[in-house]
């Protein structure tokens, strides 16, 4: 996009009949507030954007019930030299500093640790979105997940977890990255771990620190 660069993971509740329509809509719900609020690269202000996005939703929903379709949403926005970190709801967001230089973890809410997540619902509560801004050009890459996967991260590891695995698609082809992605997930290692799993990875082109 001319804006730059977005990635959206979206994990609809377990409990809620429509909550796959409710993860689909809010991908599609973020791509439409990023190219509605980020006309000019470099400046995304966070909150108007969040905002957009859940209008945008609930205009996705129809004609579902919306409390039907309740769902996380974890996201990442390069415009120029911004990066823009937003979290509702479990899962993992990690920015990747390059060898040498720090990675930086989007923090869990209080909430999320005792089967209780924050999620997209009628009312917009900006309050419940964790978000950080920071300059791309500190950062080689971008992984997001949903709980499936962050869930049985050990805790401490989440970092060394993105770095080790933008590692290793450098290099190789998309197809290839593709191929490999859905191997992993398949042969996931945790037994009898069932839920979603869905990951998104931004990887800087080679010889450069701008996140792509």
Do not use: Y
């Amino acid at each position: 996009m001319p804006w730059g660069e977005l990635a959206v993971v979206a994990d609809g509740l377990g409990s809620r009949a429509m909550s796959h329509q409710g993860a689909r809509a809010a991908c599609r719900a973020a791509l439409q507030a990023a190219t509605a609020h980020c006309c000019t690269p470099g400046n995304v202000a966070a909150q108007p954007l969040l905002a957009a996005l859940h209008a945008a939703w609930l205009e996705n929903l129809w004609p579902h019930a919306v409390r039907e379709c309740a769902t996380t949403c974890v996201l990442a926005l390069r415009s120029g030299p911004l990066l823009l970190l937003a979290q509702l709801g479990d899962g993992m967001a990690v920015a990747c500093g390059p060898p040498g230089k720090a990675s930086f973890l989007l923090h869990a809410g209080v909430t999320d640790f005792a089967n209780v997540t924050e999620c997209l619902h009628e009312r917009h509560a900006p309050e419940a979105w964790r978000v950080a801004s920071l300059e791309a050009a500190d950062f080689g890459g971008v992984v997001l997940c949903t709980d499936g996967i962050a869930a049985d991260l050990v805790a401490g590891s989440e970092t060394a977890f993105a770095a080790g695995l933008l590692a290793a698609g450098h290099g190789s082809s998309a197809r290839t990255q593709r191929r490999e992605a859905r191997r992993w997930l398949q042969d996931w290692p945790v037994a009898g771990h069932t839920d979603d799993k869905t990951i998104v990875c931004m990887m800087a082109p080679e010889g450069t620190e701008n996140v792509r």
